[in-house]
């Protein structure tokens, strides 16, 4: 009854995200199987879910960790082939072998295979939210380019997707029967803290998430509200949709994922768990509803439903973000990459918390607008902002940037 099976290409596959998409994956074997499997560098998981899934294909981006790749996979007994590189990561993604791209690395580091995954029309299940920041325009353009079908696994994105009226397979914002969408956020481990009691705020704090389970970056992004900066891009992009018709709202339970408004005043919302296989069995199973191992929702259980507004004084990279879709060009990618570069320094306390939103508006400020949407230009300016930030990160001193 399930049609022809679909072949599976998981981008990330060490990840949260890709534990998630394997697990529901592993509930269908009649539907999915999996084609190719890829990692920063863990080989050593990496060649655990081999051995689980015995994909056609195996790759590490980081070519330095090809051979001990190739090797386990070997010893292993296994007949997967060992690739590595971040090209051969991109051509995984247009291969004909594979049908089904689940787009799950980490940063914008993942933009190649996305676009790649795009333009060679594939079911693209897309988790990789900065890649959407970086290059928005080149990604839509492709999926329109290449006939693909983009499924939004970002809950947010998802939600809306659900609730939105599709055309030609996606789901678009432009119809004129939609008034706005709603965004909703969790508001992270920090909702309702005072800016002076997010100063000492350690990463293990920072990760460890209300509601959510989830990597750490996106979970320190998450705790700063930067998640929802980038979400507003990413809704941007994906739906066709300007700032002034994107609101968000904070709601603590998690449990509305988002919600769209129609001109008849009607709000169509979408609920569930907070668990990622929901999404993932979305984009799997689209158009079809498939079982995806969530419990239901125990509405008398959860009681209520909370909406706050966001403290955009305690937490500015919400605002910083919409500053930068308002700019356009090149400034979202700028954002971007001073975040991960942020993100990265904060997890190693080398920035305190505070420093994280300082540091993105100083490079801001530093870098140039850029209206180009050409892919070289825009990695230029994903790696030039990296540059300054890495920079202005050496020279910042105070005491709300370092950690105590
Ligand atoms: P994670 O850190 O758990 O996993 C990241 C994966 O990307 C790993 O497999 C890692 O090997 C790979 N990776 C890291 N750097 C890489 C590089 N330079 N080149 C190639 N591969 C690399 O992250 P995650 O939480 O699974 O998030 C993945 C993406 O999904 C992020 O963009 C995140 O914002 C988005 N997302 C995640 C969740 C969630 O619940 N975890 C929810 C919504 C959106
Ligand atoms: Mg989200």
Known sequence: MAGPLKRIALFGATGSIGASTLDVVARHPDRFVVDALTAHSKVDDLVALCARFRPRVAAVADAAHYAALRDALAAADLPTQAMAGHEALAEIAADAHNDTVVA?????????????????????????????????????????????????????????FQCLPHRGGNADARDASVRRIVLTASGGPFRGWSRERLAGVTPEQACAHPNWSMGRKISVDSASLMNKGLEVIEAHHLFGVG????EVVVHPQSTIHSLVEYVDGSMLAQLGQPDMRTTLAVGLGWPERIEAGVAPLDLVAIGRLDFETPDSAAFPALGLAFEALRAGGSTPAVLNAANEIAVSAFLQRRLAFLGIPALIERTMERLPHLPSASLADRLAADAEARRVAASLLATMADATVRPA
């Open 243 to 246: 700032t002034e018709r994107i």
């Open 104 to 160: 799950a690395i980490v940063g914008a580091a993942g933009v190649a295979s996305t676009l790649a995954a795009a333009s060679a029309g594939k079911r693209l299940l897309l988790a990789n939210k900065e890649s959407v920041v970086l290059a928005g325009e080149l990604l839509m353009a492709a999926v329109a380019a290449g006939a693909a079908t983009l499924v939004p696994i970002d809950s947010e994105h998802n939600a809306i």
